[in-house]
């Protein structure tokens, strides 16, 4: 974890759990090819996010494959609860009388900080909704339901593409929002979504001030539908979506205090990125999972709400 932990250290779930740097008996880092920064930066990280499982000799490649394909699904639960990115290292051990011993290192793709996220504070969240999160992307991810997967990949896949297209990653967000809503026109976008999150919810968490900004779903929804079909269909941007923004702050009495420099674009992508972490929050904590994953349910659950 790129970030200290600051509560305490527990089991997430299904054996995830957070703890201090493990020590591994490694002699030479180099053998798998990590650079300077990697050994001296994320090797030596207080916090670590690990799981164990005991198996045969034999079955030892396939369960450590398995528990780090499991390691990535539940950093991408902790964006849920703290979207404050990912850059880490994964490393599959074996564990002996001489040690934890080194048997695979992975450098998974990135998850970025967003312009938001920046200002977050793990501290400020509750930690005893984490859990709730990181069971729920691994219900999902895990499920044969490919209604239940795609918006969950579609948070994913839109981080990964962040790191060095933030447009692109936002039009996925917003593939992801639309995989959820079933909605082709900007007017049931936009009320649907309004429906799920609730029209005058704020878009953004508190920062570690306890600021955030004053823009609400039903202020952004329309305009980040209609952003979308801007790039998705190649069009130029327009001289507006590029204009400086003055993000609106409350409480009043800090919003002097800066924060970094936004267009209206830069809100509405942030704004999807956002809002898609939402919807899927509420449907973790309200057990909509089994709902998404029946298309003839989910629509009547949609109709239902609009």
């Not at 008996?25 to 916090?47: I, K, V």
């Not at 670590?48 to 950093?75: S, T």
């Not at 938001?116 to 691994?138: H, K, N, S, Y």
């Not at 204009?243 to 924060?259: G, M, N, R, T, Y």
């Amino acid at each position: 974890m790129h970030v200290r932990w600051p509560h305490p250290q527990r089991e997430i779930t299904q054996g995830i759990r957070i703890t201090d740097r493990p020590t591994f008996n490694e002699e030479s880092w180099d053998f798998w090819n990590l650079r300077r920064t990697e050994t001296e930066d994320a090797l030596n990280r207080r916090h670590w996010l690990r799981i164990d499982a005991d198996c045969e000799f034999h079955e030892k490649d396939a369960v450590l494959n398995n528990l780090v394909a499991i390691l990535r699904q539940a950093m991408l639960g902790f964006q849920l609860w703290c979207p404050i990115g990912w850059d880490g290292i994964i490393i599959g051990a074996r564990r002996s009388e001489a040690g934890l011993k080194v048997e695979t290192v992975s450098i998974p793709e990135p998850y970025p900080r967003s312009l938001w996220g920046r200002m977050l504070d793990i501290e400020r969240c509750d930690a005893a909704q984490l859990p709730a999160f990181v069971e729920g992307t691994l219900a999902a991810l895990g499920s044969t339901s490919t209604r239940q997967k795609n918006p969950f990949q579609f948070l994913e896949i839109g981080l990964q593409s962040a790191v060095n297209h933030y447009r692109a990653g936002a039009l996925l967000w917003t593939v992801g929002l639309d995989g959820l809503l079933g909605a082709q026109k900007r007017d049931v976008f936009q009320a649907r979504l309004v429906q799920l999150l609730g029209e005058d919810t704020l878009v953004f968490p508190e920062d570690f001030m306890g600021r955030r900004p004053s823009y609400t779903v039903g202020f952004v929804a329309a305009k980040v539908f209609d952003w979308r079909n801007l790039i998705a269909h190649g069009t130029e941007i327009l001289e507006d979506y590029r204009k400086p923004l003055q993000l609106k702050l409350e409480p009043s009495e800090f919003a002097h205090i800066p924060v970094d420099d936004w267009t209206h674009e830069m809100l509405y992508c942030e704004s999807a990125l956002f809002m898609l972490l939402a919807s899927l929050r509420r449907i973790i904590t309200d057990g909509l999972l089994p709902t998404l994953g029946n298309k003839r349910e989910w629509d009547r659950w949609l109709r239902s709400t609009t």
